[in-house]
């Protein structure tokens, strides 16, 4: 995995285009045909950025795991080995380096995800629809984690509440009754994002009934909301 991987370049690529239906609407999606480190890069900056968990990237992660792994069985072949040079060493520890620099990546990647897994895990729970964002192990885990922790509340606290008061799913002081869930912390969608225009996104409609077209190359500051379609269709990326 060689440095010039890391660039983060925004050449046009060939791309294939699929039609999905989501929400009743069709919706083209763009494949990435940039290195998969690169393609983990923007994922990560996609997650950090965005308020909801993004859909688990397994096909990005099963490349990086498998170049790694080739990788530094490569490396310890050759530093092993007697008759490499000390000119050879030092190239070698650089693209070492270059291998920890991809497994920090991955590591800030997946740290980025436990952090919403545990702050969302109720609402990961309750809601069937997101548990398709998440991978077999990330569910296994959230579903345990939500598991304790309302123990915990009930061992805790709860159990020495009025009856009407022991379930996590109360709406808050002054809520309508109606508002079944509304303790649970559920993403904020309506956070703003930076976002960058791959390709060309269309026009949106903003929650003032603002229309705005999203260029190729274009900046953008707008609720999570308003781009969430398009960065599923993989036309932005967020910064």
Known sequence: MSHARYALSEDEDERIVTRQAVKEEPVTRITDERPAIVQLSHAWLNERGSPELQPWPAEIVDTVLDQLQQQQSILDSLMSDTSTSEEEHF???LVQLDAERSKWLLRSFLRTRLEKLEKYASHLVTNRS???RLSPMELGYVKRYDQLLSDHFQNAVLQY????MRS???PPPGGSLSNV?????SPQLDSPVFIYCRDDG????LPDGE???LLPGSIHLLPYRAIRAVLEQRRV???
């Open 130 to 132: 997101e548990q398709t």
């Open 91 to 93: 190239r070698l520890n």
């Open 168 to 170: 996590l799913n109360d």
């Open 161 to 164: 509440l009025p009856e009407p």
């Open 237 to 239: 990326e967020l910064l």
């Open 202 to 205: 269309g026009s949106i409609v």
């Open 181 to 185: 869930g509304s303790m649970i912390v």
């Open 211 to 213: 229309s705005l077209a």
